[in-house]
């Protein structure tokens, strides 16, 4: 499992990371490597605004569907249209070519509530220890 250091991260597996005024979000290693091949990237309209934890919306893999969130609130900016057509992106280059959604955050004390890479990769120790995800 591989984890980006300048990232911050939810403990449903979305990363965000600060790019000048806009946060950057994506799915993590960890959270593509459990639902295996992805097959669709459902991405929000630009324009929307979102606040902390809410549903931006869903990844699709050869396994199971799974919902993805905000890690901060904020207005969608930009998304990732390449997963459009090349959703396997996130298999491959998950805190690279990868990436979801930019937003123009609306409050950046909300990294707060937010892991740094070490917190993430205990609690997923933890996690998987428990039998969860």
């Known amino acids: 499992m591989k984890i ?4 911050k991260y939810t403990k449903t597996h979305e990363w965000v990371r600060l790019d000048g005024p806009l946060a950057v979000m994506g799915f993590t290693d960890y959270a593509q490597e459990q639902l295996s091949d ?4 459902e991405l929000p309209p ?9 549903t931006l919306g869903t990844v699709e ?16 900016v930009a998304v990732n249209e390449a997963l459009l057509s090349e959703p396997a ?3 491959t280059d998950p805190y690279g070519a ?9 409050d950046l004390k ?14 997923v120790e933890e996690e998987t220890a428990k039998g969860g995800h």
């Open 38 to 41: 992805i097959v669709f990237v």
């Open 110 to 123: 909300e990294l707060d509530n937010l892991m740094d890479s070490v917190a993430y990769a205990k609690w």
């Open 61 to 76: 893999s050869v396994k199971a569907a799974s919902d993805y969130y905000a890690p901060l609130s904020g207005t969608v």
């Open 89 to 91: 992106l996130v298999n």
């Open 98 to 106: 990868a990436w979801f959604v930019k937003l123009q955050p609306k």
């Open 4 to 7: 980006d250091p300048n990232c």
């Open 46 to 54: 630009v324009g929307a605004g979102y606040e902390q934890f809410a």
